[in-house]
Nanobody, 128 residues
Framework: QLQLVESGGDLVRTGGSLKLSCAASASGFVLDRYDIGWFRRAPGKGREPIACINHNSNTTTRSADSVKGRVTISRDSAGITVYLHMGSVKPEDTAEYYC??????????????????WGQGTRVTVSS
C-alpha cells in the first residue's frame, strides 16, 4: 500500500514563500501514475483543498479559489517527489498540510473523498 510522507513544513514570515514536498515512504517509489493533491487543516477548522496535479502533468491542474494565484504544484523529473509552492503567505495559511494520492482515473479532484492515500502531514506556521 502506498504510504506518503510530507516534508518542508516550517515557520515562515508573512509575505514569504514555502515549498513542501511529498514522496512515497518506500525508497525509489515513483508517483508518476498517481494524481497528487494537497490539502490543509488549520487549527480548529476542517480540511480544506489547496490544489492537485494530474498524473501526466508537470503543472498544477486545479487549485482552490482561496489560494488561486499563490500556489503551484510540480513534479521532479524522476517522478519521485511532488512539490507544493506557495507564495505571499499569510497568517491564515498556518495549518497542517497533507498530500494525497489516487490512481489516476481521468482528472484530479479537490474533493477529499476522491483520494485513497494520505500522508501524516507537515506543519506550516506563518508569523505576522
Amino acid at each position: 500500500q502506498l504510504q506518503l510522507v510530507e516534508s518542508g513544513g516550517d515557520l515562515v514570515r508573512t509575505g514569504g514563500s514555502l515549498k513542501l514536498s511529498c514522496a512515497a515512504s518506500a525508497s525509489g517509489f515513483v508517483l508518476d501514475r498517481y494524481d497528487i493533491g494537497w490539502f490543509r487543516r488549520a487549527p480548529g477548522k476542517g480540511r480544506e483543498p489547496i490544489a492537485c496535479i494530474n498524473h501526466n502533468s508537470n503543472t498544477t491542474t486545479r487549485s482552490a479559489d482561496s489560494v488561486k494565484g499563490r500556489v503551484t504544484i510540480s513534479r521532479d523529473s524522476a517522478g519521485i517527489t511532488v512539490y507544493l509552492h506557495m507564495g505571499s503567505v499569510k497568517p491564515e495559511d498556518t495549518a497542517e498540510y497533507y498530500c494525497a494520492a489516487v490512481t489516476s482515473i481521468g482528472g484530479c479532484s479537490l474533493y477529499a473523498e476522491a483520494w485513497d492515500y494520505w500522508g501524516q502531514g507537515t506543519r506550516v506556521t506563518v508569523s505576522s
